[in-house]
């Protein structure tokens, strides 16, 4: 059977995902998957061994035997609880020159900075200004 596994990691307690088709892979098989069998794979631009480790624990145990729709509806469900989630991010800097990452999502606009969210301004703080000429 062949599974598509989405897999989802949290860093340092900030919502990080990512996703892997494991149309490489397949379902997990012990005999043919051993050791670090995804370190081959590409994942992230900062994949490590500890992440690695992350995503064949998931892969071994959470996404068995599922089938590629089920592989992804846990996928979304996992997905749309990070505060990350919907938010496309352009980079911006602030008064000091500091990088940030600013989003916009149902609840508002958000930045976040080194992976940390450090404002949210929600959609009833702003004002409706409408412009008559």
Not at 21 to 39: F, M, Q, R
Not at 86 to 95: S, T, Y
Not at 101 to 130: C, D, E, M, P, T
């Amino acid at each position: 059977m062949v599974v598509i596994v989405f897999v989802l990691f949290t860093s340092s307690n900030q919502p990080f995902s990512l996703s892997l088709s494991t149309a490489e892979l397949g379902d997990y098989d012990p005999e043919e998957h051993k050791g670090n069998y995804i370190a081959d794979l590409k994942l992230i631009p900062s994949q490590n061994e500890k992440i690695e480790m992350e995503a064949i624990e998931i892969h071994q145990n959470e996404l068995r035997n599922q089938t590629p729709a089920e592989a992804e509806l846990h996928f979304l469900e996992r997905a749309s609880k990070l505060e990350t989630y919907g938010i496309d991010p352009h980079q911006v800097k602030d008064q000091q020159k500091n990088a940030l990452f600013i989003g916009i999502n149902y609840s508002g606009i958000l930045a976040f900075q080194s992976n940390r969210k450090v404002y949210h301004f929600k959609w009833y703080h702003f004002v409706l200004v409408f412009v008559y000429s």
